[in-house]
């Protein structure tokens, strides 16, 4: 069983940065990945980013390439997403999930069993 607890949503205005953490108990599986999701208010959940426990490939969606970085602190069990550029768009729950996902699936959130409770980001001038 895994734990998962999110922090660091907020009001920004558009171009502000944020950092997302992610802190996770229970026991953590090397063949895990941790991944962001996102869902906006009438929207389905989407992938972010997601980073292999065991090697440290990350893989993003194209929405957030360049402007976002997925971290993992093993010692810490914490995921982190480093939110630069935010736009208005990027408005959302964030999530955090976890579990071995099937070979190139890392963008489907059926694959993922552990999930977090969430935090918003607002982004709004």
């Known amino acids: 069983q895994v734990q998962m607890v999110e922090s660091g949503g907020g009001l920004v205005q558009p171009g502000a940065s944020l950092r997302l953490a992610c802190v996770t108990s229970?026991?953590?599986?090397?063949?895990?990945?941790m991944a962001w999701f996102r869902q906006a208010p009438g929207k389905e959940r989407e992938f972010v980013a997601v980073?292999?426990?065991?090697?440290?490939?990350?893989f993003y969606d194209d929405s957030v390439k360049g402007r976002f970085t997925i971290s993992r602190v093993a010692a810490s069990n914490t995921v982190y997403l480093q939110m630069n550029s935010l736009k208005p768009e990027d408005t959302a729950v964030y999530y955090c999930?976890?579990?071995?996902?099937?070979?190139?699936?890392?963008?489907?959130?059926?694959?993922?069993?552990?999930w977090g409770q969430g935090t918003q980001v607002t982004v709004s001038s």
């Open positions: 999930a976890a579990d071995t996902y099937s070979d190139g699936r890392y963008y489907l959130a059926k694959e993922y069993e552990y």
């Open positions: 980073v292999r426990w065991r090697s440290n490939a990350k």
């Open positions: 229970g026991q953590i599986l090397s063949s895990y990945g």
